[in-house]
């Protein structure tokens, strides 16, 4: 499975769709605590995600995998 688009939303959210079809919202927000994240608490960080197929990553290193995001995605 991989990941067709990716799309930064308000609050933290992720809209992202799987090449199976599947998409839907992911949260971020409960991750900005991790220090990994930190730099994701600005808007215009977490604005510039990066798909990368198997996962989606940000230029501060921070990443989440296409499992991570499948496995807690929220429907529309």
């Not at 991790?34 to 990066?50: D, G, H, N």
Request: a negative charge; aromatic letters at 14%.
């Amino acid at each position: 499975m991989t990941i067709v688009n990716v799309t930064p939303r308000e609050k933290w959210t992720l809209h992202v769709v799987f090449d199976n079809g599947r998409g839907g919202l992911f949260d971020v927000s409960p991750y900005l605590d991790c220090e990994a994240f930190f730099p994701l608490r600005k808007e215009s960080e977490f604005q510039s995600v990066r798909n990368g197929g198997y996962y989606v990553e940000w230029a501060c290193g921070a990443d989440l995998s296409a499992d991570t995001l499948e496995a807690h995605l929220s429907p529309l």
